[in-house]
């Protein structure tokens, strides 16, 4: 999270990484937005406790909502493209993709389900878009443990893919 300059989150004393553990008492879970809602009165005094290098701190001041937001106003606004579909079926080395409304997309291969040194087929609406074996790649490897941070999904190369 960014702290605005001049916002009621730097006046209270919010720091960057600080994690939001409850507003006046009210504990907040995903919705901040409900709790101000619920507990806080625009000009009255606001506490926050939020965890700051694994300490709690309380930010006292007073609740300042900002209006240049409405509290309608999507945080993070989908994109205004139309969404797309790719659906899936592997059957050893092969894979055999359907898609709609997409242009390309990138297949991960993890080494726990598909044969290194034998060849890979894709098939994308019943059109082979790629055969070929397949080299483990540490880059790839890293760039998906990084993004994923999930240790069950290792991904050792990825097979990009333009739709016909």
């Known amino acids: 999270m960014s702290i605005s300059q001049g916002s009621n989150a730097e006046k209270l004393g919010l720091a960057r990484f600080d994690l939001v553990l409850n507003i006046n008492g009210w504990p907040v879970g995903d919705d901040m937005d409900n709790v101000l809602e619920q507990c806080c009165t625009a000009g009255k005094p606001i506490r926050v406790a939020v965890s700051r290098d694994k300490q709690t701190v309380e930010l006292k001041g007073l609740y300042q909502p900002s209006t240049e937001l409405e509290s309608t106003m999507t945080l993070l606004p989908r994109r205004q493209s139309r969404s797309g ?3 899936l079926v592997k059957t ?3 894979v055999r993709a359907t898609t709609s ?3 390309e997309y990138t ?3 993890s080494p726990d389900q ?3 040194g034998e ?5 994308t609406n019943g059109q082979v878009s790629f055969t070929g074996v397949v080299e483990k790649s540490l880059p790839t490897l890293l760039k998906w443990a990084a993004r994923d941070d999930d240790r069950t999904m290792l991904f050792g190369a990825e097979i990009h893919v333009a739709v016909n």
């Open 119 to 123: 060849p890979v087929t894709v098939i």
């Open 92 to 94: 050893g080395n092969t």
């Open 114 to 116: 598909f044969k290194f």
């Open 101 to 103: 409304g997409v242009a």
């Open 107 to 109: 297949l991960l291969i």
């Open 85 to 87: 579909r790719v659906d």
